[in-house]
């Protein structure tokens, strides 16, 4: 399985973005798919997952209302829409695929080199 993250940049306080991972690869639906970031010196972070079976998903509390992920199967495509961004929120973000949903740990077999989101206050 590979993961193509896209969609990161820098932008100010208070604006949105909107991060693309192209999956490749045999499996894409049987796959929970999600998003975890990095930032320098700190160890990866959960921000939110969603599940093959049925769609359902999950955030970490530091983005829970803010962010929004989703998936289209049919594209191979997992999105996370950012709103209302804060500099805490900068970080290497990146796409990742698991057997299944956990934000509070890293359950993740594959993921893809990242994409860079910085917020400046």
């Known amino acids: 399985v590979q993961l193509v993250e896209s969609g990161g940049g820098l932008v100010q306080a208070g604006d949105s973005l909107r991060l693309f991972c192209s999956v490749s690869?045999?499996?894409?639906?049987?796959?929970?798919l999600g998003w975890f970031r990095q930032a320098p010196g700190k160890e990866p972070e959960g921000v939110s997952c969603i599940s093959s079976e049925d769609g359902r998903t999950y955030y970490a509390d530091a983005v829970k209302g803010r962010f929004t992920i989703s998936r289209d199967n049919a594209k191979n495509t997992v999105y996370l829409q950012m709103n209302s961004l804060k500099p805490e929120d900068t970080a290497v973000y990146h796409c990742?695929?698991?057997?299944?949903?956990?934000?509070?740990?890293?359950?993740?077999?594959?993921w893809g080199q990242g994409t860079q989101v910085t917020v400046s206050s």
């Open positions: 990742a695929a698991a057997g299944f949903c956990d934000v509070h740990s890293f359950p993740y077999e594959y």
């Open positions: 690869g045999r499996s894409f639906s049987s796959y929970a």
